[in-house]
């Protein structure tokens, strides 16, 4: 079945659109008009999921990610104080909001990831990691399992070495599958249903042929689910950057990202979706990997404390409205295509 946006695990790399959409129409202009009669108070609900970005450090170098060339805010791991105080917040509220690792960097580098994991799950949240799978060695693939992880996107971009090192640079073919199968016999020698196994490509000139080959691969080794995720390169890329890996489109136009015939006025996603970045402080939302809109920090009074602050409210408002210069080239809350899953249990 496609895969219809908004979806919450949006990754930087495959954030804009190849062209723009129609503006909005006078329907949509005018909920843009009623949408700002709405009070504070309405956007003061706590979201239905926290992203936390663990590290904003990656391992690899992927040609149009903006952590490969376009982040210019400062490096580092998120502190394990930082992380309990959000989830200590949610102790006594009847919601919990699901808890994503799958942000700017890859989140396997922090050594306590499966630390946090368990924290979460053992108070009560969803937990959702996507991971590029390189530092999958079998005790962090068992502490991962172990952890009360819900859902994983292993992430592998091809089937072949061509495939996947051409775009996931200092990655290499042959030990990702290897740690990816690994960890699929891990989950299964444990006896654990577990995290949800997803396998996600994306679907690049180079991995569209083998799509078949993945699919097959991925009913034998044990994925519950595949995932061809569209590609596309990015408005913060350059237009010399955009002739220069334009080679990765996918060749069959209905496998790329497009956009609605006509533009939303609104975006819901600041309305279900917040970020916590590595040093605590809040994020708007998953395209904001360079934090360009600053909101108040988490590790003094908790997450709900600035999450309910009247600059953190203001700013779900703007984003709501989509007022920030950010949302302006934003495909999340626009995009008719974002790729196809596949559940390979039914």
Excluded at 18 to 42: I, N, V, Y
Excluded at 57 to 67: A, D, E, Q
Excluded at 235 to 256: G, M
Aim: glycine share 4%.
């Amino acid at each position: 079945m496609k895969d219809q946006a908004p979806a919450p695990d949006l990754s930087p790399e495959t954030a804009q659109p190849d062209l723009p959409a129609k503006p909005p129409g006078l329907h949509e202009r005018a909920l843009h008009l009623m949408a700002r009669l709405l009070p504070l108070s309405f956007f003061r609900r706590p979201p239905k999921i926290i992203i936390i970005d663990a590290t904003n450090s990656c391992n690899l170098r992927c040609p149009v990610c903006p952590v490969t060339f376009a982040m210019s805010r400062k490096r580092g791991m998120m502190k394990p104080h930082v992380f309990r105080k959000i989830i200590d917040d949610f102790k006594d509220q009847p919601e919990k909001p699901a808890i994503y690792f799958s942000f700017s960097g890859e989140p396997t580098l922090h050594k306590d990831l499966p630390d946090f994991i368990a924290y979460a799950h053992e108070n009560g949240h969803d937990t959702y990691l996507s991971t590029n799978a390189t530092r999958l060695t079998p005790e962090m693939s068992e502490r991962l399992i172990r952890s009360g992880l819900a859902r994983v996107n292993l992430c592998m971009d091809g089937f072949s070495k061509e495939a996947q090192e051409v775009y996931r640079v200092n990655s290499d073919f042959d030990n990702v599958k290897a740690s990816i199968e690994e960890f699929l016999n891990i989950k299964k020698k444990l006896g654990f249903k577990t995290p949800v196994t997803v396998l996600q490509t994306l679907l690049t000139s180079y991995s569209e042929p083998q799509m078949d080959e993945m699919e097959a691969w991925a009913r034998e080794a044990g994925f519950d689910r595949v995932r061809f995720k569209t590609f596309s390169i990015g408005s913060y890329t350059s237009a010399d950057q955009k002739r220069e890996f334009a080679h990765f489109l996918p060749r069959q136009k209905e496998l790329r990202r497009h956009p609605r015939h006509t533009s939303h006025a609104l975006c819901t996603v600041p309305l279900f979706q917040s970020v916590v970045f590595w040093n605590g402080d809040l994020g708007l939302c998953c395209i904001d990997y360079d934090q360009v809109i600053q909101l108040p920090n988490v590790e003094r009074d908790g997450f709900l404390a600035a999450y309910r602050s009247d600059e953190a409210a203001r700013a779900r408002k703007r984003g709501f409205l989509k007022q920030f210069g950010i949302c302006k080239t934003c495909s999340f809350s626009n995009a008719e295509n974002m790729g196809i899953r596949r559940d390979l249990k039914k």
